[in-house]
């Protein structure tokens, strides 16, 4: 049986695809690693801000201690046929280093707010996380062009 796969996308196409993802999408998949390389998956909630992508987790917990050792994270949503990787230079802000206006878009976008989820000894930070590559496919078909930013720069130009 012989199965007939779509043509892939323009990179344009994929590009609009990826913001329109980051403008609507509630949480996403976070993978970091410590210093010694032992990795850490969680689905955290996430804002777009129209540059970063900004999360939010307690400073103690694995993923929280990760960003802030190596400042290097993977950020994924979709499944295995829509795939969306995003890798990112990270930025932590405490709550009284955040801008409120990061912190009230975060709460409304994210419906909570860590500004309110305070914990003694394990408080949580915001983690603004810049793109730097950004990879989009729908398959093997699409594994080609699937680049779409290199080093922090969009290989395919905005409409």
């Known amino acids: 049986m012989t199965t007939t796969r779509p043509a892939p996308r323009p990179a344009d196409q994929r590009r609009e695809a990826v913001l329109e993802r980051l403008r609507t999408e ?16 969680v689905p955290l909630s996430v804002h777009w801000d129209g540059d970063a992508v900004w999360l939010s987790t307690r400073g103690a917990n694995p ?13 994924s949503f979709g499944d295995t046929r ?11 802000f405490s709550l009284d280093e955040v801008d409120p206006a990061d912190a009230d878009a975060f709460a ?3 419906g909570w707010d860590p500004r309110r ?10 983690f603004r996380v810049t793109p ?15 680049h779409l930013m290199r080093d922090g720069l969009w290989t395919v130009p905005a409409d």
């Open 26 to 41: 509630e949480d996403v998949w976070v993978a970091t690693a410590n210093p010694r390389g032992v990795p850490c998956l």
């Open 63 to 75: 993923t929280g201690r990760n960003l802030l050792e190596t400042s290097a994270v993977r950020i």
């Open 82 to 92: 829509d795939v969306v990787l995003i890798d990112g230079s990270v930025e932590a």
């Open 108 to 110: 409304a976008r994210c």
């Open 117 to 126: 989820a305070k914990r003694p000894g394990s408080p949580y930070l915001y």
């Open 132 to 146: 730097t590559d950004v990879q989009a496919f729908h398959g093997e078909h699409e594994l080609t062009g699937r």
